[in-house]
């Protein structure tokens, strides 16, 4: 009898490390996927985005796109794409930790990169894409953005680095390639 005494009196505080375990898990997780990968240089990925454009007809030249990502505010990583998914204008959900995810009064797919910065991206898309999968390895293009919740990236251009590659640009690209990008 005085065991189980002695266990519901620690019940409370057990039961409060479990939650905080969960949440420490949630928040900290992306860090299990930061040092999966070699950081790439934006040289690299223009190399890729070089080779993979001249194989599928892609809208952007690689020139155009060096252009860009030398701008102030452009930004070019790498990593895998988490939790993809395609947003009709007005759609989303509010979210401090997916801001890309937030609500916007144009249709885009939204996604998480992670690798060693972990930040949401979003690229404006007249209808979903035939596949992007997640989980595949991604390289993208595009300015660094600021909504309600933080940070985000407004993607300009996206690589699908899967079999076979696969390059996105958004639905309307603007005439002079600068950051921040107009809305569609």
Known sequence: MQKHSAFNRWRPALLGLVFAGIGLGVTLGNLFFQGQYAEKTTQQLLRE????????????TTQDLRNFVEEDGAIAIDGQALFTTFLPAGAGFRSVYATAFDEQSFSRLAFYVTGSQGIGGSIPLDSPPETFPGFEDIAVFGCLAEWRYGDYVDVLAVVLEAEPATVYVRSSVPEHLTCPLPPP
């Open 49 to 60: 985005y070089e080779e993979i454009s001249s194989q599928v007809q892609a809208v952007l």
